[in-house]
């Protein structure tokens, strides 16, 4: 088996990537694959461990053996022998890495088949996405923008997602909106897709796994 590795960066704190991690995460888990069930593991490579706290709280919830995804932690060039590693038994990896430290993130990219980019509709998190790009420009690995926490009617959203547009890189067309839920099922271990299953925002998640997917599949 050789996994794919999805690494999650974004430098600017607060847009979401520990949510998107661990939604993903969970939405292609429950992506059944020719052959059997779908195996994923989540790399934790933020030192501050919201990643690790989530996966604790879900084991507390759920039970050691009924979490349906596997875990590690790693930090800098660690993290990309850790990624490989889990390939090696995994169909998916997902990596959160920390915002703020090229140092920490760029081994992540490195090694990703794709990275995704979280970005919240404001021009201050637009700005703040551009030395995140050209790092994944440097390191030459497939990326996806993603719209995050969006207001659907607001005027604001569109501007920025037409300025994303504009970008060299990808948007996905799934964007996830700004909806309680998404914070209060991962402070029970949980995903929106557990906790209100066939919602709008289980829905988006849902949508933009396939997304995801649909790339790597290239």
């Excluded at 979401?16 to 020719?34: F, I, N």
């Excluded at 989530?54 to 660690?78: K, N």
């Excluded at 490195?110 to 790092?135: F, I, K």
Aim: hydrophobic share 40%; with cysteine; net charge neutral.
């Amino acid at each position: 088996m050789s996994g794919k590795i999805i690494t999650i960066a974004q430098q600017k704190g607060g847009s979401g990537k520990t949510t998107l991690a661990a939604h993903l995460a969970v939405a292609l888990s429950q992506r059944p694959l020719e052959g059997g069930s779908t195996r994923v593991a989540l790399l934790d490579c933020d030192p501050q461990g919201s990643l690790g706290e989530w996966f604790e709280v879900r084991e507390r919830t759920l039970g050691d053996e009924a979490t349906g995804l596997s875990f590690r932690t790693a930090s800098g060039w660690g993290a990309r022998r850790e990624a490989r590693s889990l390939a090696r038994d995994h169909h998916f990896i997902i990596i959160d890495t920390p915002p703020k430290s090229d140092v920490e993130s760029r081994p992540a990219i490195e090694v990703a088949d794709l990275v995704g980019v979280p970005v919240q509709p404001t021009p201050v998190d637009l700005w703040a996405t551009r030395p995140t790009l050209e790092m994944i420009n440097k390191e030459g690995t497939s990326c996806l923008l993603v719209i995050n926490r969006a207001q659907p009617r607001a005027a604001l959203t569109k501007e920025i997602a037409s300025a994303i547009e504009a970008l060299a890189h990808p948007a996905a067309h799934t964007r996830l909106g700004n909806r309680v839920g998404f914070a209060a099922s991962m402070g029970q271990g949980l995903t929106l897709l557990e906790t209100e299953p066939g919602s709008k925002g289980a829905l988006e998640v849902e949508a933009l796994a396939a997304e995801f997917m649909a790339l790597l599949r290239r």
